[in-house]
């Protein structure tokens, strides 16, 4: 219900997504009220470096860990996507920080999203919620009260599943 409640709130999208090996696989979908909404992303696998999911899932990997995601070309599918490592280590930086991950055209051209950890009771992220649609309804204005609100589902449903609350 959490993230029913919370694609009603802000009317885009919410996803839940799990790191798949070598990618991101969203596992379940709601579709936000917005007329103009993103497609199903519910079985598909995206890359780790352009998807806000991806960068979560990067940003709280150890470094073996990290290095195996990060082998190879990071392929970029926009003019905006990310494919120099250091640029990338310091995003994924920013990520750790803040608590939430957030790309802005970065897979697609028009689409921009926000995620936020699921972390299970020994604190280590099973998941994340995500929320994604039109770059003119999710951009650098919104980003910070949309990641407020994806954050908190984020929080709410690790609780649910365990993990202590602060305090």
């Known amino acids: 219900r959490i993230c029913e409640s919370l694609a009603e709130e802000i009317g885009e999208t919410v996803d839940i997504d799990i790191d798949d090996g070598d990618a991101v696989l969203s596992i379940d979908q709601v579709q936000g009220s917005a007329a103009m909404t993103t497609v199903s992303?519910?079985?598909?696998?995206?890359?780790?470096h352009a998807t806000s999911s991806g960068k979560v899932f990067l940003a709280?990997?150890?470094?073996?860990?990290?290095?195996?995601?990060?082998?190879?070309?990071?392929?970029?599918?926009?003019?905006?996507?990310?494919?120099?490592?250091?640029?990338?280590?310091?995003?994924?930086a920013a990520v750790r920080e803040r608590g939430y991950g957030f790309t802005l055209e970065e897979y697609e051209i028009g689409l921009a999203a926000i995620a936020a950890p699921?972390?299970?009771?020994?604190g280590h992220i099973v998941a994340t919620v995500s929320t994604s649609g039109p770059t003119f309804r999710i951009n650098p204005d919104t980003i910070p009260s949309l990641a407020e609100q994806v954050v908190g589902a984020a929080t709410e449903i690790s609780q649910r599943i365990g993990q202590p609350q602060p305090g």
């Open 118 to 122: 699921i972390r299970d009771l020994d």
């Open 60 to 92: 709280f990997k150890s470094g073996e860990a990290l290095r195996t995601c990060l082998a190879g070309r990071l392929e970029r599918y926009t003019t905006n996507t990310i494919t120099d490592r250091h640029q990338l280590n310091q995003t994924l």
């Open 41 to 48: 992303w519910i079985g598909r696998r995206t890359p780790f």
